[in-house]
């Protein structure tokens, strides 16, 4: 039971327009989100994190929104750069426990 | 600051060969520690986790084994590997009792069971 779904495997944007990318949870009980980048060979970095007390984060380039109701939350990259190129994980968790749960991950390329 | 460390970088096993990996963290004590599997085109499954030292939660049935005989040290093993237990395996950590606070990853083995 897949309790993270990141639905797009793939995406593909050009350079400067923005990227967004999709996350939807199954938990009701999740209420910590988070987002992460990783390159090939290497382990993910910990990208931009949003509290369900909250519908919108931002850091730079950065934004996550989430909407508890429809239980989805996204990633805008703005400008997109050629460096963004990565696959990025959605991952959640229930504040009072120890477990992050990782959606399957959506790789972007950022054409020229 | 914190640091993590993962070893080997890379493993090529046959079938049937044991499995021992390890992940040592630094500049932090009683670190919540996890291991992680991503297979070849799949997401991040979660395998173990702990919160302590001779803590071990298993999140998936199959041959591989966590231990933690110390504070910072994460241990996975296995006693004879299978085919499917080739993947990138990711060690991570967050810090004690803040439970809002994001993992912080390894560099991660690419094991290759043949």
């Known amino acids: 039971d897949q309790q993270v779904k990141q639905n797009s495997p793939s995406l593909s944007v050009q350079e400067g327009r923005i990227s967004i990318l999709n996350c939807d949870y199954t938990?009701?009980?999740?209420?910590?989100f988070l987002w992460y980048k990783k390159y090939p060979a290497e382990g993910p970095t910990f990208l931009i994190s949003?509290?369900?007390?909250?519908d919108k984060n931002e850091d730079g380039r950065f934004t996550v929104f989430l909407n508890k109701s429809a239980k989805h939350l996204s990633l805008h990259i703005v400008p997109s750069q050629p460096g963004d190129s990565a696959v990025y994980f959605c991952?959640?968790?229930?504040?009072?426990?120890?477990?992050?749960?990782f959606g399957s991950g959506t790789r972007l390329s950022i054409r020229p | 600051s914190q640091t993590i460390h993962q070893w080997p970088a890379t493993l090529v096993q046959p079938v049937g060969s044991p499995l021992s990996l390890e992940c040592t963290v630094e500049?932090?004590?009683?670190?919540?520690l996890y291991w992680y599997r991503q297979a070849a085109g799949r997401g991040l499954q979660l395998l173990f986790y702990?919160?302590?030292?001779?803590?071990i939660s298993s999140e998936v049935p199959q041959n591989l084994s966590a231990s933690r005989p110390q504070d910072r040290q994460f241990i996975l093993s296995s006693k004879k590997l299978l085919l499917s237990d080739s993947g990138f395996y990711l060690c991570?950590?967050?810090?004690?009792?803040?439970?809002?606070?994001?993992?912080?990853f390894g560099n991660g083995t690419r094991l290759t069971v043949t």
């Open positions: 500049g932090t004590s009683n670190p919540n």
């Open positions: 702990s919160v302590g030292i001779g803590q």
């Open positions: 991952a959640a968790k229930r504040s009072s426990a120890s477990k992050i749960i």
């Open positions: 949003i509290s369900s007390i909250k």
């Open positions: 938990n009701s009980m999740f209420d910590y």
């Open positions: 991570a950590w967050s810090p004690p009792g803040q439970f809002n606070s994001p993992l912080h």
